[in-house]
């Protein structure tokens, strides 16, 4: 793998990763009041966003240039951004990717903040859903 810069991305620095996102046809969006992460190889080439909740951070926005999966690089970027912040991390995914979480640390054995409990009654709705948590301290 080359050798990747895997940083927080500056506030007025969003739009960029909001650009890769729609680059690769994907509709993740950088959320307000959250904690963009990415990984460059002169370009951003995956990137992640962490918002805070009660106990925690919501995991979302996790997104790897193509060219560039299967290497880890979803997973080096998702745990150093879980280390740089407060308390557990909590994600919401399609049942397919509970193995992918799953070797990162993250397990359905999670107790969710109400709003991130509310939201996965909500989304149950039309899709599939698990709720995964990653402990404190992994």
């Not at 969003?14 to 002169?42: C, E, I, T």
């Amino acid at each position: 793998m080359p050798d990747l810069h895997l940083e927080p991305l500056a506030e007025p620095l969003w739009p960029l990763l909001n650009k890769f996102y729609r680059q690769h046809n994907s509709p993740m969006k950088a959320l307000k009041g959250g904690r963009m992460w990415v990984a460059r190889d002169r370009e951003i080439v995956a990137g992640l966003c962490l918002t805070p909740v009660v106990g925690g951070q919501w995991l979302t926005g996790v997104f790897v240039d193509p060219a560039y999966r299967g290497q880890g690089l979803a997973a080096r970027l998702i745990l150093q951004a879980a280390a740089d912040g407060e308390g557990s991390v909590w994600l919401l995914c399609h049942p397919d990717l509970e193995g992918v979480y799953g070797r990162m640390g993250f397990t359905q054995d999670t107790v969710l903040p109400q709003s991130l409990s509310e939201r996965l009654v909500r989304y149950k709705r039309n899709k599939p859903m698990i709720a995964m948590g990653l402990p404190r301290g992994v």
